[in-house]
Structure formats: structure tokens, C-alpha cells
């Protein structure tokens, strides 16, 4: 079945540290693909997506994420983290045709100072 | 300023009563969608609309009905609510019918069904 993991419940880091947060796609074609954040009692908001083009892809608030169709990878990383990063973070696709958006379960990020 | 907003916020109500959360957009979207949140379920689609008059079936339809008289409301109705319905739900839309443009997000109900 057409899927969007991300394998990590939580993810811990320390303020300065580098961040990646997993999310891993299973699809037979092209996938579109998104990383989203909730910060508590908030709506979802738009990182970066990935639709196609280049691997690399740059986002809102100093994130970035790479397309690793090989790996069947989309993980999301940032090289310095806040601590106000510290949210839940969403990877979302697109796995076939106009299919609806399928969500991965969330992996919660704390940024320990 | 552009956004979607949701009502209410949140909502306490008991087995089998109606209610309706309503959703309204002033970005002139095309698409509008409903999902709910459950912890390590992620979000998943209840239904969307790709235009006015025009509604389908996501993941999670049952229990739930939808309508988009006009481009910018798009309410979800609970018939008759259960607890399996408790849930924290957004709605969402974006610029186009098309999957791959960015939606975005309602700051979300918080529903709870005794």
C-alpha cells in the first residue's frame, strides 16, 4: 500500500545542534511531497514541499529537506536548531495521480537549551 | 489577512446531538478539505471539495457530511456524533483542485463527544 512513514516518535536535540527529522514514502510513481509543523494549538503550517526539480529543497524558518528517490527519502534537516523549533512535524504526500494527501503521524521535536 | 478560520474552537457535546463545525476561506480557494487528528494516527482526509457543489470522500467519510454552497465555506456535519468521534479536526484549502499545492490550515476544533 501506498504509504508516508516517519519512523521516529521524538526526536531530541540540543540548541545549536544539527536536526533531521525522518519521513520515508512508499509509492509505485513520482510523489509529491511536504513537511508541515503544528506548534501547540495551532493550525498546520507550510514548510516546503517537494513536487520536482531539484533534490534539495529550501524552506520557511531555515529548513531544508533532500529527495532521496533511492532511498525513498524525504527527510527533513536544519543545521543549527532553536529551541522554539521544537513542535510536531508533519511529512505529507502525494503518492499517485490526484489521490488526497496522505500524512505520515507526526514525529515531535524538543529543543533542549 | 489571508486565512482560514474555523468554528468553534472548541466543542463539548454528547452522544447523537447534531452539531456543525463551520470553515470559511477569504483566499478565494478552489479546494477546501476536512481532516481529523488522532495521536499516532497523523491527519487523516474526511472529505474534500475541488469546488463549489462538488464533494467527495476522503480516508474517513463515515459518519460525517459536508456541503459547499459557496466558494469560501466549506461546514462539516456531525448527524449524530460518538464518541469515536472525538477528535481535534482542521480544515484546509488551497489555490487549486490540483493534490500538489500547498494547502492551507485552520487553527483546528477540538471536539469532544460524551
Known amino acids: 500500500a501506498q504509504s508516508v512513514a516517519q519512523p521516529e516518535d521524538q526526536v531530541n536535540v540540543a540548541e545549536g545542534n544539527p536536526l533531521t527529522v525522518k519521513c520515508t514514502y512508499s509509492?509505485?510513481?513520482?510523489?509529491?511531497l511536504f513537511w508541515y509543523v503544528q506548534y501547540p494549538n495551532r493550525g498546520l503550517q507550510f514548510l516546503l514541499k517537494?513536487?520536482?526539480?531539484?533534490?534539495l529543497v529550501k524552506g520557511s524558518y531555515g529548513f531544508e529537506a533532500e529527495f532521496n528517490k533511492s532511498q525513498t527519502s524525504f527527510h527533513l534537516k536544519k543545521p543549527s536548531a532553536l529551541v522554539s523549533d521544537s513542535a510536531l512535524y508533519f511529512c505529507?504526500?502525494?503518492?499517485?495521480?490526484?489521490?488526497?494527501?496522505?500524512f505520515g503521524k507526526g514525529t515531535r521535536l524538543s529543543v533542549i537549551a | 489577512e489571508a486565512q482560514v478560520t474555523q468554528n468553534p474552537r472548541y466543542l463539548i457535546t454528547v452522544t447523537g446531538k447534531k452539531l456543525t463545525v463551520t470553515c470559511s476561506q477569504n483566499?478565494?480557494?478552489?479546494?477546501m478539505s476536512w481532516y481529523r487528528q488522532d495521536p499516532g494516527l497523523g491527519l487523516r482526509q474526511i472529505y474534500y471539495?475541488?469546488?463549489?457543489?462538488?464533494?467527495d470522500k476522503g480516508d474517513v467519510p463515515e459518519g460525517y457530511k459536508v456541503s459547499r454552497k459557496e466558494k469560501r465555506n466549506f461546514p462539516l456535519i456531525l448527524e449524530s456524533p460518538s464518541p469515536n468521534q472525538t477528535s481535534l479536526y482542521f480544515c484546509?484549502?488551497?489555490?487549486?483542485?490540483?493534490?500538489?499545492?500547498?494547502?492551507?490550515f485552520g487553527p483546528g476544533t477540538r471536539l469532544l463527544v460524551l
Open positions: 484546509a484549502s488551497s489555490s487549486s483542485p490540483f493534490i500538489q499545492e500547498t494547502q492551507y
Open positions: 509509492v509505485s510513481g513520482n510523489p509529491y
Open positions: 517537494y513536487i520536482t526539480g531539484d533534490n
Open positions: 505529507a504526500g502525494v503518492l499517485s495521480g490526484n489521490t488526497p494527501l496522505v
Open positions: 483566499m478565494n480557494h478552489e479546494y
Open positions: 471539495s475541488m469546488n463549489v457543489e462538488v464533494t
